[in-house]
Each structure stands twice: as C-alpha cells, then as structure tokens.
C-alpha cells in the first residue's frame, strides 16, 4: 500500500541552522511527492512539489529532490530563520500524509 | 469562493449523537477528500471523491463514518452515534484535476472542522 514515513520531532536548531527533515514512501505507481506546512494557528498549506523521479521542489529557499531509488523527498534548507518554526508534513499525491515533524528555530 | 471552506468551524457533540460537516470546495476542483487529524498527528486518509464518486473510501474508520458529495461539488461526511475517539480535526481538500496519481495534483485544505464528542 501507500505510507509515507517522515523523521519524528521535535526539531529544535538556532537561527541560519541547516535543516534536514528525512521523507521516505511505499507506493504503487507514480505518485506525486509534496511537502506541506502548518504554521501555528493556521490550516496546511502547500511548501513545494516534485511530479517525477529526480524533479528536484523549492520554495522560499526549501529544497527536496524526488530520490526514485531510494524513496525518498528529503526536505533541506541552508539557513533556516524563526519564521520557519511550524510542522512540516510529507505527502502523496494518493493523499498519504506523514506524522508530521515540529521545527522550532530560536534566535 | 477564494478557498476551501468548511463548516462549522468547532462542533462540541454528545457521545452517541451523530453530527455532519461541510466542505465547499474551490469552485470547478474535481477531487476532493477528507482527512481526520488528532492532536500532534498528521493528516490521516478517510476517503476520496472525483466529481460525485466516492472512488476510495478505505479511510473510514468504521460504518458509523459515510461521505457524500451527490451533485460533485459540496460535500458533507457524517458521523453517527458519535464516539468519544471520534474528537479530532476533520480536514477537507479539494483539487483540480482528477485521479489520485496525476501529476501536479496539489490539494488546497480548508481550515478544518473540531469536533470534541463529550
């Protein structure tokens, strides 16, 4: 079946931090891989998307490569700022979603 | 509309009564699918609609769960004899194109419904 398995939380880095957050899938055929975000207070939006193997998404300078050979859509950013603190969920284009990981940035 | 929108917003329900919730998707999206989150967890898959078609309902936690959306537009999930496991956020989205496997297939969620069953 499809099951999205993402890294767990809490993550917690100071400001201009590297970010990794580890994303990796089952599934049947081709799906689309997606990154949404939850900022605190709000409902889920979308982050970035690849529709096929080694398109690589980006949005407000995240990052993730869709990795066919590993299953997987690691999500990165260089330097990561307060503003980034929410949950960040991985997804399927099936509407399988990660657990979800909590990022919270301090100055 | 501009968005995805659901409604109520919050719906306290006593244990055993049986409550229903609204989506409106963007006008024109074809799929449209629900989710139940509860606390500190993700979005979990309960069922998927394309136009009027329930084409995917293997998320429905049990039969007291059933969604429909008769004319492809609004759609409402019920639950019956509401259960105090049943408290969660009730998540609706809708997309564009049809099929779960497309490409570019974004979903855009709505702000959700709370219900708390007492």
């Known amino acids: 079946g499809n099951s999205v398995t993402q890294m767990e939380g809490p993550v917690t880095l100071s400001e201009e931090a590297f970010l990794t957050i580890n994303c990796t899938y089952t599934a049947t055929g081709y799906p689309s891989l997606f990154w949404y975000v939850q900022y605190p207070g709000e409902g889920l939006q979308l982050l970035l998307k690849?529709?096929?193997?080694?398109d690589k998404g980006s949005n407000k300078g995240f990052e993730a490569t869709y990795r066919k050979e590993t299953t997987s859509f690691h999500l990165e950013k260089g330097s990561v700022q307060v503003s980034d603190s929410a949950v960040y969920f991985c997804a399927l284009s099936t509407g399988r979603f990660g657990k979800g990981t909590r990022l919270s940035v301090i100055a | 509309g501009a968005g995805v929108s659901q409604s109520p917003r919050y719906k306290v329900a006593k244990r055993g009564q049986d409550v229903a919730l609204r989506c409106d998707p963007i006008s024109g999206h074809v799929s449209l699918f629900w989710y139940q989150q509860a606390l500190g967890q993700g979005p979990e898959f309960l069922t998927y609609f394309q136009n009027e078609a329930q084409l995917d309902k293997s998320g429905l936690p049990s039969d007291r769960f059933f969604a429909e959306r008769p004319e492809g537009s609004v759609s409402t999930l019920k639950i019956q004899r509401t259960q105090q496991e049943d408290s969660a956020v009730y998540l609706c989205?809708?997309?564009?194109?049809?099929?779960?496997?497309?490409?570019?297939?974004?979903?855009?969620f709505g702000a959700g419904t709370r219900l708390s069953v007492l």
């Open positions: 989205a809708s997309s564009p194109k049809s099929g779960t496997g497309v490409a570019k297939n974004i979903q855009y």
């Open positions: 690849a529709t096929k193997a080694d």
